[in-house]
């Protein structure tokens, strides 16, 4: 199995700028999650598919952010108007219910507004 | 009160030594239990995982359970400076088996 793949890795953006990020999850696992982490803290939930179907959003994600998983295989999480505040690194983890449930992240792409 | 709790750290070893690494939570339908190591600039890689009181090792990695006292540690065995990283514990609850994380430990051991 390849590993839950991100891209891009690293993203400089001006604030106001949209951004967009892509995840392809561990092949089969019909569960992907995103994630927020900023520096000295634990990742933070964002959001959460099965399939194709969004089954649950944090509170943190506001309506800046928009998440997609068409035909349930990658994912995109997209940024509009970015700010300062949301520079950050944005992980994606998968899981599959054979595998215990156990989540696996990928690489990370970090955001940087300036 | 945050739902997962790590307070202490960072902690420093000396090489060869033990490292007790501790977490709380406050859920107690928390089902599933994990710790991730992450290295700086890298992102969470699963080394345990625990789901019934009592202890789990493997290799030098012991992970202790007390659903009781809502408590979670990690145990490191002859510390190496390879295990220098943070480490998050993390706990799920309900059936999506989100994780909640706790902002993490940093341990440093010292050759």
């Known amino acids: 199995d390849t590993g839950v793949s991100q891209d891009p890795r690293h993203k400089i953006t001006k604030r106001g700028q949209n951004v967009t990020f892509r995840c392809d999850p561990i092949?089969?696992?019909?569960?992907l999650y995103w994630y927020r982490q900023t520096l000295g803290q634990g990742p933070e939930f964002l959001t959460y598919f099965q399939n194709e179907a969004q089954l649950e959003k944090s509170r943190l994600l506001s309506d800046r952010f928009s998440a997609e998983r068409p035909k349930g295989s990658f994912s995109t999480l997209e940024i509009q108007r970015t700010e300062q505040g949301d520079s950050a690194m944005y992980l994606c983890?998968?899981?599959?219910?054979?595998?215990?449930?156990?989540?696996?992240f990928g690489e990370g792409s970090w955001l940087t507004v300036v | 009160q945050k739902e997962v709790e790590q307070n202490s750290g960072p902690l420093s070893v000396p090489e060869g030594a033990i490292a007790s690494l501790n977490c709380t939570y406050s859920?107690?339908?928390?089902?599933?239990f994990f710790w991730y190591r992450q290295y700086s600039g890298k992102s969470p890689e699963l080394i345990m995982s625990i789901y019934s009181n009592g202890d789990k090792e493997d290799g030098r990695f012991t992970a202790q359970l007390n659903k009781a006292s809502q408590y979670v540690s990690l145990l490191i065995r002859d510390s190496q400076p390879s295990d220098s990283a943070t480490y998050l514990c993390a706990v799920t609850t309900g059936a999506n088996s989100k994780l909640t994380f706790g902002k993490g430990i940093t341990l440093s051991v010292r050759p």
């Open positions: 859920d107690r339908g928390s089902q599933s």
């Open positions: 092949s089969e696992h019909n569960r």
């Open positions: 983890a998968s899981s599959h219910r054979r595998t215990g449930n156990t989540i696996y």
